[in-house]
């Protein structure tokens, strides 16, 4: 079996509920403390063992590439002054992993974002993690949680949590025959549905692990929801095959999506830091609101 070295990240989307900042920033690039959520993202993936990264871009693609090449002014500036910890952090970014991009033209679904990296992926089992769903696991990162359960079933993985009926009105529903500790075996994937049609909390939470025949599915996709080209339906169809496990994965998600998804990433990060717990605490402590 092939091992999981590449990822797919797409970050194409206008970023609406953040406007008016991301009229000119691209959405990904909100900051959790000093770090973009798309660094935070990738870390994620390095950690995870992959080498080689597309990110599918859009909007204001731009600044996402600056970030992750060479700044010569920039690293003069830092050299001269000493400023070797800013330094470096800022050449991180630049050596994570083999990074490539790819322009997504019409911003007509997720599945649509996944089959622009076709090329890329080959015939190779890949990741993917959408630009909205920040995780944290100090130590087992997300998506190589996901890519151990691959390597034990050769197909492909969704990561999950049970969530809210009322929330999985706004992701998907994993309907599934049986359980064996946190895996599960896929049978159907709906996205969307309604409340009334809700027939499992389960939901897919912006961590894949995919085998390449979804690409063949892609091409024969009709529209669903929105009148988008859904990955979620790609996913149905390859379930429907018995060909996807869902792991209930071990970690925390911040959805980017939201304004308030996003105030809890900065909280919980800044709760995290050394520098910044005592006072940070000390302060929310103190807020009488």
Known sequence: ??????????????????????KAVPKAMLPILNKPAIQIILDEVVKSGITDVM??????????????????????????????EFYNAVKYPETMANITFAYQEELTGTAIAIEVAKEFVGNEPFAVLFGDDV?????????????????K????????KHVSREDVTKYASVEYSSVEGS?????????????????STLSPLGRYVVTPDAFSIIETLKPSVNGEYQFTDVLDVL???????ALEFEGIRYDMGSRLGYLKANIEFGLRDPELKEELLSYIKSLNV
Not at 1 to 22: D, E, H, Q, S
Not at 75 to 80: A, Y
Not at 153 to 160: Q, R
Not at 183 to 199: D, G, H, M, Q
Request: glycine share 8%; hydrophobic share 35%.
């Open 183 to 199: 895996v599960y075996s896929v049978t159907k994937i709906t996205e969307k549905p309604k409340l009334e049609n809700v027939k």
């Open 55 to 84: 990110f599918v871009v859009g909007y204001k693609n731009a600044v996402i590439k600056d970030h992750f090449s060479p700044s010569k002014e920039l690293d003069e500036v830092l050299l001269e002054k000493g400023k070797t």
């Open 1 to 22: 079996m092939n091992k999981v070295k590449k990822a797919v990240i797409p970050v194409a989307g206008y970023g609406t509920r953040f406007l008016p900042y991301t």
């Open 153 to 160: 079933t050769g197909k492909t993985v969704i990561g999950c």
């Open 239 to 245: 379930s429907r095959k018995g060909g996807v496990t």
């Open 135 to 151: 995780m944290f696991n100090e130590n087992k990162p997300v998506i190589g949680q996901l890519i151990s359960v691959f390597e």
